[in-house]
């Protein structure tokens, strides 16, 4: 093939020379626009822009204005290929005029795509949207099925770089649909590409994966060895943010073995950057350090400016995220390849990089650990809203949206000035940052956003609004299973921590029994810390309060039974115990035509037990008794042992009160029993205590003792002082009740 190019080069050439001799102008012009052709499918693209000058300085001579409109749209191309949008712009502009006047509706609809390319990539969206709109409307016109989809797909480059995913995706099928209509096999993977990608920016990974292996399956088949190449790329990175390292890893070395095959020195840059960023994530970090310097060197070596200053990018934030060796030094390096970068990537001509580089110098002068540390926040200010001036929300919403929460993060740590109106700007940063990250469209990012905007205005000491926000991220975790629980119990930690800081007991207990709850749907131990802060909770609360926000987290109420049981509730704390029991006799009413169902049954005994409370408050003893023991038959039919344990103690105080000591003392013993298979320590320390108080009434001293020791010695480990001093007085008591009973024993025995 390079032979006969080479010749058919050669032939044009003589041709030339001919027409020259002929001084036929007309052949001339269309000769050199040929052999210009010739130089931009090899690549040669300075020997293409000579020669397209020379065949239009001829077509204007001639007045051929179709031969003008033409070489006019192929410098624009040329241009375009170099990077030069403003003189690509110009060129397209100029033929788009040209064909206009001719009436000719393929050109106009094929320079009007061109322009709408132009105009995306210098990030002008709207434009580029209204542009492709245009040229997709005279494509329909005249029947151009091969361009509608490829404006279908420009259309959904732009959507997709707007963020606006699902849009994006939608018009990707459009064109898909038409490309298989028409059998354009290299379209087809073209466009699954494009689907796999937006899948990627969804995070829908499994999808994606799928969308780019029958990418691969098409380009092996018609034999692109360079779109196979990209393609292994893009599964390896779909693995990557799977965090399946070993087998991203793999599949970049088949891509890097085919890019050194074909001699695309580009490809093989940008793979050894993406092996290094891989060896980063794994931990080998001299391996990723020495990956990227290779990188760096071919960059160098084959003179393309714009893949080096990538690199230096990628280099600068390996350096500001590397915790070997001296962080100071490796800041420093991070600064240095990221000034290193902005040589290349400038506002003018590459804003959105621009933009990009000035949040990383931000984000590593917030990190600086050398300087002073005030001067480092204000001087990275300074680069944060030095990004958001030269980038506007519409062009790249996404990165703009990250930078907005990077510099509320910046306000909240600010040493400078009043720190109330610190903590409004980064509030107001947040809140510009939330307009674009909705839970739906970028969750991870939503989640973390609305955290720091939670917390900010905890911080400003507006915990309504902040536990608004909180409420939000809690009710957008309750009842997940797809998400590592390792990765969010942080989060459900810093809002309960959040909510204790402003004594809101009752929200934090209910974020703390939300975590805990996550890992008994999926069969795991719940964490100590999380089992250690409830237990101080329901302290805190009491175990009628500590009830109910239990059974509502577990999704065992019902709103409208949750809303009752909130005003009975509310009304316990009041002590107006007999309404109390009113609306929950309300609340069994609406349960006794429903379903009989797991869920009903323990709708049904958490209401019986809180019930049975109010009604042993009001001393209606045999009526409380009746309560609890049908709340014990349902929790006991669930397997529910700490619902059943909290009957079995009430149900003790019932017996005691009522004088039927042995009858209590079995109830004290079973909840103990319960509790302990619960791993409940505090609920063992409740029953520890009353089984030793109800023993030294009844003057079973030596179990009085033993028990009352063990129930100080559980609040004791649980931190809880006050309660082990008061038992340490009944102790004290048991003990020398039971050494004077001892001593009169024994006086006894000698007597005899």
């Known amino acids: 093939m390079r032979d006969y190019t080479s010749e058919y080069q050669k032939w044009l050439g003589r041709a030339i020379t001919i027409s020259d001799k002929l001084n036929d102008k007309h ?158 096999r ?31 399956a098409i380009s092996r088949e018609i034999g692109d060895r360079r779109s196979e190449a990209s393609l292994l790329t893009d599964l390896g990175l779909v693995f990557e943010n799977m965090k399946r390292y070993s087998e991203a890893e793999a599949l970049f070395q088949q891509a890097l073995a085919i890019s050194r095959e074909i001699g695309d020195r580009q490809a ?24 990227f310097q290779q990188a760096l060197a071919i960059s160098h070596e084959i003179g393309d400016r714009q893949i080096e200053a990538r690199l230096c990018v990628n280099l600068g934030r390996f350096y500001s995220e590397l915790s070997q060796g001296d962080r100071a030094q490796n800041l420093q390096r991070a600064i240095d ?30 990190s600086l650990v050398t300087g002073d540390k005030s001067e480092n926040l204000e001087r990275a200010l300074v680069y944060y809203q030095e ?41 107001a940063s947040y809140q510009q940052s939330l307009h674009v990250y909705t839970k739906e469209s970028s969750p991870g990012d939503w989640l973390r956003v609305t955290t720091n905007l939670s917390t900010a205005y905890s911080e400003i000491g507006n915990w309504s609004e902040a536990k608004t926000q909180a409420a939000s991220v809690l009710q957008a975790f309750h009842g997940a299973t797809g998400d590592s629980l390792d990765a ?79 005003d009975a509730r509310q009304l316990m704390s009041q002590e107006h115990f007999g309404k109390a029991a009113e609306k929950l006799a309300s609340a069994l009413e609406v349960l006794a035509g429903a379903e009989e169902t797991s869920e009903l049954h323990r709708q049904r005994a958490t209401i019986l037990f809180l019930r049975g409370l109010c009604l042993r408050k009001q001393e209606r003893w045999e009526e409380a008794l009746k309560d609890q023991e049908q709340s014990s038959r349902l929790f006991d039919k669930l397997k529910d042992y700490l619902g059943e344990a909290h ?12 004088n039927s000591y042995e009858d209590a003392r079995l109830h004290y013993m079973d909840a103990y029993r319960l509790y302990r298979r619960a791993q ?15 023993e030294y009434r009844v003057r079973m001293l030596p179990q009085a003792v033993q028990d009352l020791e063990e129930a100080k010695q559980l609040f004791m480990s649980l931190g809880d002082q006050a309660k082990a001093t008061s038992i340490e007085s009944d102790l004290q008591d048991a003990k020398a009740s039971l050494a004077h009973q001892t001593a009169k024993k024994n006086k006894r025995s000698e007597s005899a």
């Open 27 to 184: 052949s001339r012009a269309a000769l050199l626009h040929n052999l210009a052709v010739q130089y931009q499918q090899r690549g040669d693209l300075s020997a293409a822009l000579a020669t397209y000058k020379q065949s239009l300085e001829q077509e204007e001579a001639i007045g051929d204005q179709r031969g003008t409109a033409s070489t006019l749209a192929q410098l624009g191309t040329v241009y375009y290929q170099l990077g030069d949008l403003t003189q690509a712009e110009q060129f397209y502009m100029e033929a788009l005029e040209i064909s206009r006047s001719l009436q000719s509706r393929l050109g106009e609809s094929s320079l009007l795509g061109n322009l709408g390319l132009v105009y995306r990539d210098k990030e002008r969206y709207t434009e580029a949207e209204a542009l492709f709109q245009q040229a997709l409307a005279i494509s329909r016109e005249i029947g151009d099925r091969q361009t509608e989809a490829r404006l279908l797909t420009n259309l959904g480059s732009v959507s997709a770089n707007m963020a606006k995913y699902s849009e994006a995706e939608g018009l990707f099928q459009q064109a898909l649909a038409i490309s298989r209509e028409i059998g354009d």
């Open 186 to 216: 290299r379209s087809e993977a073209s466009l699954l590409t494009d689907l796999g990608s937006v899948s990627t920016n969804m995070a829908r990974y499994s999808e994606a994966e799928g969308l780019f292996q029958q990418a691969l």
């Open 268 to 291: 093989e840059a940008e793979l050894l950057t993406n092996l290094g960023s891989i060896s980063a994530r794994m931990a080998k970090y001299s391996e990723a350090e020495a990956l």
């Open 337 to 366: 390849y990221t000034y290193r970068a902005l040589e290349t990537f400038t506002q003018e001509a590459y804003p959105f990089e621009y933009a990009t580089l000035q949040n990383n110098l931000a984000n590593t002068y917030v």
């Open 387 to 427: 990004a958001l001036r030269t980038l506007p929300p519409e062009t790249s919403p996404l990165l703009w949206a990250g930078i907005q929460n990077n510099m509320g993060l910046a306000y909240n740590q600010r040493l400078h000035g009043d720190h109330t109106e610190n903590l409004r700007q980064a509030i």
């Open 488 to 566: 969010i119990v942080p989060w459900y930690q810093r809002l309960g921590e959040l909510a204790i800081q402003n004594q809101d007991f009752e929200f934090a207990t209910r974020v703390f029994s939300e975590a805990a709850y996550l890992f008994e749907l999926r069969g795991e131990k719940v964490p100590t810390i999380i089992r250690d802060r409830i237990t101080e909770l329901r302290k805190q609360l009491g175990d009628d309060r500590f009830v109910i926000i239990w059974a509502e987290v577990q999704g065992i109420l019902t709103p409208a039974l949750a809303q009752t049981l909130q």
């Open 647 to 658: 009957t079995f103690l009430e149900m003790g105080h019932l017996f005691e009160v009522m």
């Open 680 to 694: 409940d320590r505090r609920g063992m320390a409740l029953a520890s205590e009353n089984l030793g108080r109800l």
